[in-house]
């Protein structure tokens, strides 16, 4: 169509402008066709940064990074972080014509320049926790296993139940207490002095026999708990020829003597 309003000589009346980025060239060729006079050396122009000439005139440009004001001369800096755009994580600095990223205390720069990770202050080795250490911003803390309780100095732990984390040695059961633990014997039987043992029922001799059914019909685990039960009772007895002494009896279809006194 250009070719066909045009007037020859055809190659240079008509101009193609292929892209946006050859249309300010395509201009300085126009301009030169037409006067040939640079609106930008001729005169003062006063753009603070860059002038491009146009056909009997001109216009102006900033750099990268500035924005053109209003009087259509000067050049403001971009806030590279108003627009939200940065990526910055923790917090963005406007530069001119940029931006850089920053971390807040207790956090350092990642290599991507953007995200922060958190400083690892318990791999510095000078915590001295003596179970587990915690970081946080700015610094760090210690922390204990399950069942064990920080002590005062925020570095030791103690066990919560002692009777699970020392070797108490109780003979029957240990007992936790508030910062320490007690030993306890079964109903019948004393502590002895050490605190630990518990005594027999020897205060009185007796002879014991006893006698438990053997047949089928108890079934092998019921009499599993019959011999626990009969081991127990022996347990707590000071059996002797001369102290208690025991026998037992089994019955089923016969009658039959175990063991005797």
């Known amino acids: ?16 402008v292929e892209s946006f ?6 201009a300085k ?3 030169e066709k037409l006067c040939g006079v640079d ?7 006063g753009c603070q940064h860059s002038c491009i000439s146009t056909p009997g005139s001109f216009y102006c440009e900033c750099n990268p990074g500035y ?6 001369k000067t050049c403001s800096p971009i806030d590279a972080c108003a627009d939200g755009r940065h990526g910055c994580q923790h917090q963005c600095v406007s530069l001119r014509g940029s931006y850089s990223c920053r971390c807040r205390p207790g956090y350092y720069l990642s290599q991507n320049k953007r995200s922060c990770t958190l400083i690892d202050y318990c791999s510095f080795g000078n ?7 915690v970081s946080i911003p700015n610094g760090h803390y210690c922390r204990c296993r399950s069942g064990f309780t920080l002590q005062p100095d925020g570095k030791s732990c103690r066990a919560t139940d002692l009777c699970n984390g020392v070797d108490h040695g109780c003979e029957f059961k240990c007992v936790s207490t508030e910062g320490s633990y007690h030993c306890v014997c079964p109903e019948g039987q004393q502590l002895q002095a050490d605190g630990k043992t518990c005594s027999k029922c020897g205060t ?21 708990l019959v011999k626990q039960f009969v081991n127990r009772i022996v347990d707590l007895l000071e059996v002797s020829p001369q102290g208690t002494r025991v026998g037992l009896v ?3 279809s016969r009658v039959r003597t175990e063991f005797p006194l």
């Open 1 to 16: 169509s250009l070719r066909a309003m045009a007037s020859p000589p055809l190659e240079e009346h008509v101009f193609l």
């Open 21 to 26: 980025e050859l249309i300010q060239q395509f």
């Open 29 to 31: 060729q126009f301009q």
């Open 39 to 45: 609106m930008c050396t001729e005169r003062d122009h």
């Open 67 to 72: 924005r053109l004001n209003v009087d259509g």
């Open 127 to 133: 915590h001295s926790c003596q179970h587990e250490c």
């Open 204 to 224: 009185g001799h007796v002879d014991l026999v006893m006698v438990i059914d053997g047949s089928k019909s108890v079934r092998p685990q019921n009499f599993e």
């Open 250 to 252: 089994q019955y089923s």
